[in-house]
C-alpha cells in the first residue's frame, strides 16, 4: 500500500475547483494502486509559527550544532510535520493561485518542512535533497489564462516556484494539472478548461 500526502491550500471546501480536479486525480490514483490517503488543510489545521525560537534552532542546525534546550522543544512539531511528509510515497499538492503566486499558508507550510538536516543537506557539491523516490503531483486553478500561448505566462510565479523548491527537497518527479482561465473566459470556458484538467487528471500514470 502506498501512502498519499494530500496538501490542501484552498480554503473553499466543496465549491473548490482545484479540489474537483484533485479528487479526480485521487480516485485515479486509487484505481491504479492500493493507497492510504493522509489529508493536510493548511487552512484547517494548525501550523507552528517559525518566532524566535524556531528559527534559533534552524541557525543552530545550519551552523551543525544538535537542537537542545527550548529550541528542541520548540521545534517538535515542525519535525512531526516533516516526519509526515517524509512517510509518503506520494505527494498531492492542491493550491489555486492567489496574486500570481501560493496562498500564504502554503507558503508558511513549505517554509515548515524545507529544514536543513531533516529535508535537505549541504554536500561537497552544494544543497542535496533528501526526499527521494517520492512522486509528486500538484494541481492548480488560475483565474487568467497563464498559459504558453497567452502572453501572460511570465506572470506565473506558482508553478516555478513550487517546481523549484520541491526539486530542491530532492522530489523531481513532477507532474502539474493545471485548470485555466476560472474565471477570465466566462461559464463556459471556465466549465471546458475544469473538465479538461478533470480528464488529465484521470488519465495520469503511476
Request: hydrophobic content about 40%; proline content about 6%.
Amino acid at each position: 500500500m502506498k501512502k498519499v500526502l494530500h496538501i490542501i491550500a484552498s480554503p473553499r471546501g466543496e465549491n473548490s475547483r482545484t479540489l474537483k480536479v484533485s479528487s479526480a486525480l485521487l480516485e485515479t490514483i486509487g484505481v491504479r494502486t492500493e493507497i492510504e490517503v493522509d489529508e493536510l488543510n493548511v487552512f484547517a489545521e494548525p501550523l507552528p509559527e517559525m518566532n524566535v525560537t524556531r528559527v534559533n534552532g534552524k541557525y543552530m542546525l545550519m551552523s551543525g550544532e544538535n537542537l537542545s534546550g527550548e529550541a528542541e522543544k520548540s521545534w517538535q512539531e515542525i519535525i512531526a510535520h516533516i516526519d509526515r511528509l517524509k512517510s509518503a510515497d506520494i505527494v498531492v499538492v492542491s493550491t489555486p493561485m492567489w496574486n500570481f503566486s501560493i496562498p500564504y499558508r502554503l507558503k508558511q507550510y513549505i517554509d515548515i518542512v524545507a529544514q536543513p538536516g531533516f529535508t535537505f543537506r549541504y554536500g561537497p557539491n552544494g544543497p542535496e535533497g533528501m526526499l527521494i523516490g517520492k512522486k509528486l503531483f500538484v494541481v492548480t486553478s488560475h483565474g487568467g489564462d497563464y498559459g504558453p500561448d497567452s502572453g501572460l505566462m511570465s506572470y506565473d510565479k506558482l508553478r516555478p516556484y513550487l517546481e523549484q523548491i520541491f526539486a530542491f527537497l530532492g522530489m523531481t518527479d513532477q507532474t502539474f494539472i493545471s485548470a485555466q482561465p476560472m474565471d477570465a473566459g466566462g461559464p463556459e470556458v471556465r466549465e471546458r478548461q475544469l473538465q479538461s484538467a478533470i480528464s488529465m487528471a484521470r488519465s495520469i500514470s503511476i
